[in-house]
């Protein structure tokens, strides 16, 4: 699977537009997006994935670029309960690791009141 | 909540000891996934099951085991635990039909203490 960059740390304020980016340069054609966040040692949450296009769920908005080399994270109006670290996961949908998700070390985001 | 149960939340043992974590997916769902998020390795992939079969395995220890049975539950089976083994352990579950692409639905763990 490729490999995924994303920033270790950011803020938001409360009830403004969180905007998580990712950099993936080395996905491959077959190769999905995934987002999820960790809230506090609970379950990993899904929260979107795409392919080429980009997606809106009641969650958030995936943007993908064009080459695919990146995609950003959008939370359109963030509140308390979005703290959490985000995983962005690029993954192949077959051969040999079809099963897993590799997680990194992700972006812990903190937003503020 | 995720429709992914694990038991028990917690788990409290003794170095050398012997423990089994339960995972029941999803309704519908045939591939289960565990997963051991330790503070110092992140959240590692350790095997997938799909329909009572292997189906992929990451770096799990040769201590560690598990099995998917007809009902789909899954058991992990950690044996002659060390102190390293202390961890949170997540079970996923995923419908995994033949397509492109496939969510994973995490539970919300058992945590591993091994004094």
């Known amino acids: 699977d490729a490999k995924t960059t994303q920033p270790t740390s950011m803020d938001c304020a409360e009830g403004r537009a969180a905007n998580l980016p990712c950099n993936h340069s080395?996905?491959?054609?077959?190769?999905?997006v995934y987002w999820y966040r960790q809230i506090h040692s609970q379950g990993p949450q899904y929260i979107i994935h795409g392919l080429k296009n980009n997606e809106t769920n009641e969650m958030a908005s995936l943007i993908i670029t064009e080459d695919r080399k990146s995609s950003t994270l959008i939370l359109p109006h963030a509140t308390l309960r979005d703290t959490a670290v985000y995983y962005c996961?690029?993954?192949?949908?077959?051969?040999?690791?079809?099963?897993?998700?590799?997680f990194g070390q992700g972006t812990i985001l903190t937003v503020h009141p | 909540d995720s429709g992914v149960t694990q038991t028990p939340k917690h788990l409290i043992t003794a170095t050398g000891q012997r423990v089994t974590l339960r995972c029941s997916p999803r309704?519908?769902?045939?591939?289960v996934y565990w997963y051991q998020q330790s503070l110092d390795q992140g959240l590692q992939f350790l095997i997938q099951?799909?329909?009572?079969?292997?189906?992929a395995k990451g770096n799990i220890l040769e201590r560690f085991s598990a099995q998917q049975f007809p009902d789909l539950h899954s058991e992990l089976n950690l044996s002659s635990l060390e102190l390293g083994d202390s961890a949170l352990y997540f079970c996923?579950?995923?419908?995994?039909?033949?397509?492109?692409?496939?969510?994973?639905?995490f539970g919300a763990g058992t945590r591993l203490s091994v004094l």
């Open positions: 996923a579950s995923s419908v995994d039909l033949d397509r492109g692409w496939n969510i994973q639905y």
């Open positions: 309704s519908g769902d045939l591939s």
């Open positions: 099951y799909y329909n009572g079969e292997e189906r």
């Open positions: 080395t996905i491959s054609g077959n190769e999905y």
């Open positions: 996961i690029v993954r192949d949908a077959g051969g040999t690791s079809y099963g897993k998700l590799t």
